[in-house]
């Protein structure tokens, strides 16, 4: 099976301009969530979709947004881009095949975004 | 609110030697713990979880992590460390039974560097 890919792997913007980035989860796998990766802050959660409805937001501005697809492919989108932005954005699925049950999240590589 | 701790923030050991990474955790509810590595510019790659069940849990690339409810711990441990096994070591806890409806909390990870 492959895992999960994320395009691009590498952007860089300049402030004030958004951009948008792409995941393809795992064959089978209906849940796909994004995280924000930076030296400072560290691993933080975005949000999580299922089924094409965001089930849970992390604590991030309405800047960042996201969404799913009927095929389980997920965008994100930040708007408005600022410096602090620059980080690595992953992507992870997970089966979530019973509500409740803590299905492993399976990452893909990420994005590097640089915000210049 | 929900926490994960990894107090070291880098692991020496030299090739050979046995290797410990600790976590220790607080969260309301029943804990789910997981183990990611990360290599330089790589996504996270899953080694291991603990649910339910036995307290030593055995993962990938030999690697296996013992879960103590009452010290609220889940070191990573490994019995015969390799060079290749140096990279970011990050605990992950997915609370079920909160509120934060299972969405992963990460420690700051743990650099391991192992010595030839």
């Known amino acids: 099976k492959a895992g999960v890919t994320q395009t691009p792997r590498y952007l860089i913007k300049t402030r004030g301009q958004q951009v948008t980035l792409s995941c393809s989860p795992i064959s089978g796998h209906r849940s796909v969530s994004w995280y924000q990766q930076t030296p400072g802050q560290g691993l933080q959660f975005l949000f999580e979709y299922f089924s094409e409805t965001q089930r849970n937001k992390g604590n991030f501005p309405g800047r960042f947004s996201g969404r799913q697809f009927s095929n389980s492919r997920s965008e994100m989108n930040v708007s408005t881009l600022e410096l602090g932005d620059s980080a690595l954005y992953l992507c992870?699925?997970?089966?979530?095949?019973?509500?409740?049950?803590?299905?492993?999240?399976?990452f893909g590589p990420g994005t590097r975004l640089t915000v210049l | 609110a929900q926490s994960v701790a990894q107090p070291e923030d880098q692991v020496n050991v030299a090739e050979g030697n046995p290797l410990t990474v600790k976590c220790t955790y607080s969260v309301s509810g029943n804990p789910y713990l997981f183990w990611y590595v990360q290599y330089p510019n790589r996504g996270l790659q899953f080694l291991l979880k603990y649910i339910t069940g036995d307290n030593l849990v055995k993962g990938s690339y030999g690697f296996e992590a013992e879960f103590n409810k009452s010290q609220t711990s889940f070191h990573l441990k490994k019995p015969s460390a390799l060079v290749s096994d140096s990279a970011l070591y990050f605990c992950?806890?997915?609370?079920?039974?909160?509120?934060?409806?299972?969405?992963?909390?990460f420690g700051k990870g743990t650099k391991l560097s192992v010595k030839p």
């Open positions: 992870a699925s997970s089966p979530r095949v019973r509500a409740g049950v803590p299905d492993t999240q399976y």
């Open positions: 992950a806890v997915r609370d079920i039974d909160g509120g934060s409806q299972g969405n992963l909390i």
